[in-house]
């Protein structure tokens, strides 16, 4: 069994080797995904979609956060287990972002929370900080932001949102946060953020210049055919291979071959 991963060796990582991350929901994938050397673990409000079947990611609760998040610990991973803080979660109040931060520890038995956002949420972000939980940030095209987006867009286009952008990471860095996620910017504001950060930054549609990649594990199995944007690549088919065995299922018991005597109890 491998040494379990530390918010410290994901910051030592930074211009030495490469940060993995994916998303993870349950018991039965993570306990695959842990047989592999992925470095982080983002129980991801993504769930919402890919799990949930919602349109997007804002109808999550802490609930049902919370309740993904045990369902991957159970699996006891050595990769380092981020929670997502969902929609509404830590936007009300710096009280609020801190019991609800402390809830995936507590309840969740992650290490670390990621939440979206650069300067409006610095308070929050130093209040959970100094109760002593560590933060990875998240910018660039935030889902949970979709609305005031006005939909997908790639963000930090052009000079001024591109120096908005790095001017919220450096907020962040200096509030302590660990790793920040970088959403959907231009491949070259990736670069510039990754050079400009002393901490790892994970890209998802960011280009090469990150300091780590992440994706949603459904995209990039190819479970998932809702929609497929750009910056997925799919390692697999699984869609195709699980249908094929679920179709393989039905024929065998409609034709009587399954279960045979090798699958029954004897008396
Ligand atoms: O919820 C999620 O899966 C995420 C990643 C895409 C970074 O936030």
Known sequence: MRKSVTVQDVINKKGKEKITMVTSYDFTMTRI??????????????????????????????DQMVYHTM??????????????????SYQVSTEQAVRNAGRFLQEGHAQAVKLEGGKRVIEQVKA?????????????????????????KVQGRGKDAATALLEDALRLQDAGI??????????????????KLDIPTIGIGAGPFCDGQVLVLQDLLGMFKEFKPKFVKQYAELFGVIKEALETYCKEVREGTFPDLSHSFEE
């Open 33 to 62: 995904i842990d047989t592999t050397d992925i470095d982080i673990i983002l129980v991801g409000d993504s769930a919402g979609v890919v799990m949930a079947g919602g349109k997007n990611t804002l109808s999550i609760t802490m």
């Open 71 to 88: 369902c991957v610990t159970n699996a006891e991973p050595s990769a380092l287990v981020v929670g997502d803080m969902p929609f509404m």
């Open 128 to 152: 959970i900080i100094a109760s002593d939980i560590p933060v990875m940030g998240h910018l660039g095209l935030t889902p949970q932001s979709i609305h005031a987006f006005g939909g997908y």
């Open 178 to 195: 660990f790793s920040l996620v970088l959403e959907c910017v231009p491949a070259d504001v990736g670069k510039i953020v990754t050079e």
